[in-house]
């Protein structure tokens, strides 16, 4: 192996150190690996190190071959490794390394090194012996200039503080926008002077502070650098005329911070170049006024400034405006960067300006679109004209079917949508296709025994959590009723939704889970409190189906255990017994639904099924003439000639196309355009009928589920109180309540307990202003509403709080 190849390997520095060739002795003969052109090299190089060094240093020749060899035959690079090596502890100045790179200029460097090797060698750099005849602070000052570094003030530019000695070398715009600013300014010196002393004596004024304080804190930034120039050479007080840190300005020549005096600053620093410094006798610890106190202050003989206001006051009261005032306003025009950089930028600004066009054009059109859309949408033909029907005879003519509408009621997963599914779907008012697809895509989700459930849980969010949530709508008709399901979710939290569903219902159905421990959880759960809400409502007809009997058998046993408890609940909460009728069934298999049980366990049963009790109900009693009022229960797009539609059911009174009708508590007006009875095109409708009105002439903002329908010559008032026969469900104190009447909904409170009542006769029965009601006593009380809400009584209400149905009553 070659011995540049393991030199080439080996960290120099460290190893010429220890080397002493005996390390490579072993068995290595090194003339063996000469070339008779390294030999000639090697004495060349000896004879040139040794003529440089000359005789005063005292080197072997084979420590010259050996750096030699070592270094490529670099003869610079020799010498100064063979003096660090005879004076370690002196600091060489190391030598340029551009000759290393090529043997070729080996001869040409070593004269041109000699020289500076000399030098350095002769008086060797040391920053100890530089100081040595210097004490601390008393440098001489022809040598200052060697060792001081400029000191870091603030440098012109864009945001680099006021231009002065010393700042950075400014860009050519930068230079042109500050020479423009400075003519401009100088207009203005002579008024500017002038409101300095103003400021001065303003300044004197308001600071409250003690005159040594004021000295310490204003000397620096009053006296001396280039801020206190800028000031004064400028009008505007930019950014650049705020006051540093002093112990910027107190940069000392030895590099310290915090003790220099204006005589140690820098020469670019100096007072004589601060005419302000000089106005300001040093004798008066009132510094001259910043531009910034300028700013805030003003002109000290303004009469406003004289009463000194607070500084949050001056500075609302900056003059911002253009003409002879905004002059004077500092802030009038761009600053001296903003001039910059708006002229740097200006090759960009053509692509803005083209970006800004463009954009403009695309909101031009935009615009254009919905100018048009809205007057499309504003351009709803001709105003509907009424027919001016006798109403009520037109219904006598029509022989409508009874129409009914009843709510299911029950404990969660009792099996209220199951039952109506299967009825629907015997009834043929679903077909198998629909039916079927429901079980495949309930299969999917592994939820396959919901699938007649899905005919009334249309929601994504029912279908997934397999509970209804709203009030689901849906309608059949038998030959002698048109009847209308409102299917409640059973979930408690979800009360108020079966509240709405309630306000609407003729009568109800109360599902039943007769499963081995169902009946008794779903007790102490929803079935009471529906029943007792339903009842509360005004409903007097109450079905109960005793649902899931397959599970337990069709056992009779457990229908009549049913039968008896529920019954009396039922009579203890005011349903007369004749309006209370219980089917056995299975809505899951279609036992007693429709058609009656096959199976045989199920023979006991001889009754009326559930489509015979639903069909025997009593023909609603409709207030056809009474005012009109229909509680809005959706707000909704009917469609593009319709943008505006309500649904709701007919509680009294009629109405027609044509018709002008108001919306409380909006108290707004709107016309009738169009009108559909059970999804059917209509040219009237009358109480108790389901309807969806078209409106005209009012934004939807007036209108709200909740809201009251009604005609202009009887309107509902709206009430901000009210007095109401309650039955308790809880106990109640003056408390916080939410009110529930249908959709509406409104947070009250009662502040008053007017009296205990008999449940029988209605009369006072305890002592007056009682201080609490309990449960399943009747009382009036006297309820505030948050807001005014449309109510009229005989108005029926629900009471709840946190959560909790805590009462129902009769508004009186
Ligand atoms: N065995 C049996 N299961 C039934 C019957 N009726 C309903 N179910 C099951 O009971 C579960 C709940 O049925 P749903 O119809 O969703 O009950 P629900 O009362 O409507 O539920 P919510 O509206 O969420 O309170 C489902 O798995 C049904 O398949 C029945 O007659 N027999």
Partial sequence: MSRHKLVKTMNLDDELDDFDGADFDDGYDESEALTADDKARLENGVREVHSILGPSVNVSEKSIEDSLWHYYYDVDKTVNYLLQQQAPTVPVIPLEDNQASSRAQFKHSTSSLFCGMERCCDVPFSLQGFFADATWR???????GEILIEPLYPRGGLCGGSPGAGEAKI??????????KKKENEKHTCAESHESNASVAMLEKLDTRTPSAEASDLKGPANSGPDTQSVASQSRPTRHGLRYPSKRRDYSPAGSFGKGTPKEAPPHASESENPAKEATPRSNPTAAPSVFAKTMFGDAQDPILSVMP????LALSFPRSSGA?????PF?????DDVVAKAQSSSKGVKAAKKAAQSAKDDKATNDITANIEAVAIDEGPKPRSKNLDVLAEFEKSRAKNAANFIVIGHVDAGKSTLMGRLLYDLKVVDQRTVDRYRKEAEKIGKSSFAL?????QGTEERKRGV???IAMNKFETSKTSFTILDAPGHRDFIPNMIAGASQADFAVLVIDAGTGNFESGLKGQTKEHALLVRSMGVQRIVIAVNKLDTVQWSKDRFDE???QVGAFLTAAGFQSRNVAFVPCSGLNGDNIVKRAEDARASWYTGPILIEQLEASEPTNRSLDKPLRLTIADVFRGGVQNPLSISGRLDSGCLQVGDRIVTMPAKETAVIRGIEVDLEPADWAVAGQNVVLHLTDIEQQYLKPGDVICLPSALIQNVTAMTVKILAFDHLTPMHVEVHRGRLQVAGRITQLVAVLDKVTGAMAGKKKPRLVQPGSVARVVVQLDSAVPLEAPGKVILRAGGQTVAAGLLE
């Fill in 138 to 144: 008393h440098v001489p000052p022809e040598r200052q």
């Fill in 310 to 313: 607070p500084i949050q006051s």
């Fill in 468 to 470: 209804t949530i709203d």
């Fill in 325 to 329: 005032k905004a002059k004077s306003d």
């Fill in 171 to 180: 860009s050519k715009l930068a230079a042109l926008a500050a020479a423009r």
């Fill in 332 to 336: 009038a025009g761009p600053s001296p």
């Fill in 453 to 457: 459930a899905w005919v009334l849980d």
């Fill in 562 to 564: 049913i039968q008896q």
